[in-house]
């Protein structure tokens, strides 16, 4: 390697932080993923291969509320959408090409791509992707697998765990609700979705609330795109 | 193969390709300003969505059970008093439990 890389330890600092919310994150994953029904390796299965966080809680969450299990399909791969438009900035970051492409695609989530985009120089961009990556794809593993045994041995609903799936799903939104826009949307989404309760079949619910967003998105904004950049998830 | 597992194994394969495309699709597709906004209120919609139905959906009919309710109002509390993601989730299920326990 040349010279060492001056934003270095404050680099991995943050992504230590991260990478400990990301854990505890894993952990509530894995408990309520087997409170929802799913088995070990199947939540061991979204965390090593989805691996992307507000996804894999849409899946549990509609796989658990019954009828056919593929109606939670649609509701994770319409969440892991934004993963895709990330791929941009990472690409001119990375400019990964062959094998490297796919094994860099796994990488590029909410957390990556914030710390990766928020560095100065390309060398740092690029430490700054790699040890986020590395750290937060570890301990969420760790914590998806420790939650997942926990909720083995206890009762969810005994340890109130019910509570946690709509308590953490509010957590994601909170940020995002900031702005008018974004308050409506939600409540939007909430409207149709209970709207459908009694009429749709399981999961339906859910995939409709994307229709909002389509509406929304198309409609002409007073807000400019790059002032929504702030209101991502993470 | 359960359909379960299916259901894990094609959701799980297909949110990688999406992040794949992500990094192999010409940018002139993903850069549209039309399609990032879409692509950026998706999780507004679905994620209020999904309280909703995780909170009042007793299966095709309106039911609640309020003791869960109160634990997602307690965990909005923490949120309110600006408490990490960590604190809104002990919060939420402490609640919950608590109120399972003596009722």
Partial sequence: MDEPLPERGAILRAAMGIGLYAMAFGASFGAISIGSGLTLPQTMVLSLVMFTGASQFAFVGVAASGGSPFAAVPAALLLGMRNAFYGVPISEILHPRGFARLWTAHFVIDETTAMAIGQATPRARRFAFWTTGMILFSLWQLGSLAGALVGRVVNPTDIGLDAAAPAVFLALLWPMLRRREGRWLALGGAAVALALIPVAPPGIPVIASAGVALVGGLLPSREAVTQLQDTEPT | ?103
Avoid at chain 2, 2 to 31: F, H, M, Q, R
Avoid at chain 2, 37 to 46: F, S, Y
Avoid at chain 2, 91 to 98: K, P, R, S, W, Y
Wanted: hydrophobic share 60%.
């Fill in chain 2, 1 to 103: 193969m359960t359909p379960l597992w299916l259901a894990t194994i094609v959701a799980a394969v297909g949110c990688y390709l999406l992040k794949l495309a992500g990094v192999s699709l010409p940018e002139s597709i993903l850069n549209h300003p039309k399609v990032q906004r879409v692509a950026q209120l998706l999780p507004i919609a679905m994620l209020s969505a999904l309280v909703a139905v995780e909170l009042f959906d007793g299966g095709g009919r309106y039911s609640v059970d309020w003791r869960t309710l109160a634990g997602v109002v307690a965990g909005v509390i923490a949120l309110l008093l600006r408490r990490g993601f960590l604190v809104v989730f002990l919060v939420a299920i402490g609640v919950t439990a608590l109120l399972r326990l003596i009722t």
